[in-house]
């Protein structure tokens, strides 16, 4: 079975800074999917970014990067220029890219416990 | 697109009383999958539903169970309540391929008293 371990319970950054949050997984796949979720107090998970593990070129959108290393199995984002709005909890999640055995393609996601992101002015 | 609605938004039970949970998924979206969040526990997959075909279970007691309709919505049920039920049960719907992502719904608070 796949874990994913998230080490840092809370981090804080100060606004316009930059900050990153580490997530290790498990798992003896080859092909699968990792992602960041945000969740903020409203409750509602939001993507933040996705990165297929057969790529090697890390992912980026806008302010959000992560820095993928598969051979260590690790997985952490980069938060630049850090606003009010980016705190939130944030979690590391993982999908195997392989079919179920019913045949179908498996959306099972498997999360860490998460991290709370406090963003200071 | 609408998002993903879930209905209710919170919701409050008793002890060995039943409950229902609904989810919508985005329009065209045929996979909809299921979650508890809990302090204790995190977030937990239930289950997941593709075409009124239950695909993918978690280890949840089966007290959880779910069904999907022709229309790709979907309910999960829990019977028996249990105080350890409390949590904020999440829907996540996804379009048809390997490579899509999961959207998520706003959830339902679930108290049990």
């Known amino acids: 079975a796949q874990t994913v371990t998230q080490s840092q319970p809370e981090m804080s950054v100060q606004e316009a800074e930059t900050v990153t949050l580490s997530c290790t997984y498990d798992t003896s796949e080859s092909d699968y999917y990792l992602f960041w979720y945000k969740q903020p107090p409203s409750r509602q998970m939001i993507l933040v970014i996705r990165q297929e593990a057969y790529k090697q070129q890390n992912a980026t959108e806008n302010r959000f990067s992560v820095n993928f290393q598969k051979a260590a199995k690790s997985f952490s984002l980069k938060i630049s220029d850090s606003q009010l709005g980016d705190a939130a909890m944030y979690f590391c999640?993982?999908?195997?890219?392989?079919?179920?055995?019913?045949?179908?393609?498996?959306?099972?996601?498997?999360f860490g416990k998460g991290t709370l992101l406090t963003v200071n002015p | 697109k609408a998002g993903v609605t879930q209905t209710p938004r919170y919701l409050i039970k008793t002890r060995g009383q039943q409950v229902t949970l609904s989810c919508s998924p985005i329009s065209g979206h045929r996979s909809v999958s299921w979650y508890q969040q809990t302090p204790g526990q995190g977030l937990q997959f239930l289950f997941e539903?593709?075409?009124?075909?239950?695909?993918n279970k978690g280890n949840f007691p089966g007290r959880f169970s779910g069904r999907q309709f022709s229309n790709s919505r979907s309910e999960m049920n829990v019977s028996t309540l249990e105080l350890g039920d409390s949590a904020l049960y999440l829907c996540?719907?996804?379009?048809?391929?390997?490579?899509?992502?999961?959207?998520f719904g706003p959830g339902t608070r679930l108290l049990v008293l």
């Open positions: 539903y593709f075409s009124e075909t239950q695909r």
């Open positions: 999640a993982y999908r195997s890219a392989f079919y179920t055995d019913s045949g179908g393609s498996n959306y099972k996601l498997t």
């Open positions: 996540a719907s996804s379009g048809t391929g390997v490579r899509e992502t999961q959207y």
